[in-house]
């Protein structure tokens, strides 16, 4: 044996040609076993599934307060947003929907006070955080609760 003789050993395997022929050693069940929803065409069991027993989330009792059922959402607005109007102006929520800085009212309009503000400008909307009342007061505008 010489060295410029040797050939790299196949690492490749077969593929498993499932249900052909008497050659292949996988006819009639073609490896899914004997009965069962799994052995079946098609065969698809979701994660949950509990073979046909009450699933655990039906078992559990819910109890308790759920507060999504009443809660209200309100679009938020940053102080940096309302540098695009000009010093005077008054910003409402009908003038926010206009200029496309707010694209639904939800439940009302909330500021909050991320960013600065340059401007003297009187805001109404339905909500503020103290931190956006008092940089709005600072610019010398004011912030009118509807």
């Known amino acids: 044996m010489k060295l410029e003789n040797l050939v790299a050993s ?27 929803q799994k052995s079946r065409s098609g065969a698809s069991i979701s994660p949950w599934f509990e073979g046909g027993q009450s699933p655990l ?12 059922r009443f ?10 947003d309302l540098n695009r109007f000009n010093d005077g102006d008054v910003v409402t929520p009908e003038v926010l929907y206009e200029r496309g800085i ?9 500021v909050l006070a991320g960013g600065e503000l340059t ?3 009187t805001v109404k ?4 955080s103290t931190k956006a009342v008092s940089k709005i007061e600072e610019q010398g505008g004011t912030a009118e609760v509807i």
């Not at 909307?125 to 503020?128: D, G």
């Open 102 to 110: 707010v694209k639904k009212q939800l439940a009302g309009i909330k």
């Open 10 to 36: 196949p690492e490749t395997k077969k593929r498993k040609r499932v249900g052909r022929g008497p050659g292949s050693g996988m006819g009639k069940t073609a490896t899914r076993g004997e009965n069962g």
């Open 71 to 80: 809660r209200k959402e309100y679009a938020t607005i940053n102080l940096s």
């Open 57 to 68: 989330y039906r078992r559990i009792p819910k109890r308790g307060f759920n507060n999504a």
């Open 119 to 121: 401007k003297k400008v």
């Open 125 to 128: 909307a339905h909500r503020f």
